[in-house]
């Protein structure tokens, strides 16, 4: 089983959300459905922008922890690193 930290964006450059999950398609349509938490809800946080995997929880879990310390600058030079445009990578989990 692979295990995932991904962040999620209102728009380039916009609101960020950092999350770790099991099952990433699962978790980002939870997101875009609105079903999950009420911070991505409340500000339209459902562009998945950046993901990396982990073989263990423990090594995923200690990722999300370390990402979520980062200052804000180098999570936008991370997702830009991985993914230039900002794209919405979602669609590209269904393949």
Known sequence: ???FVYVLASRQRGTLYTG???DL???VHEHREKTASGFTR???VTRLVYYETFD???AAIA???RLKRWP???KIQAIENFNPGWQDLYE???R
Request: proline share 4%; net charge positive; no cysteine.
């Open 25 to 27: 398609a699962r978790r």
């Open 1 to 3: 089983m692979m295990f």
């Open 72 to 74: 804000r600058e180098w």
């Open 92 to 94: 590209d989990l269904n």
């Open 42 to 44: 409340r500000y339209d």
């Open 63 to 65: 990722r999300e922890k």
């Open 56 to 58: 263990t929880p423990d």
């Open 20 to 22: 770790v999950t099991n």
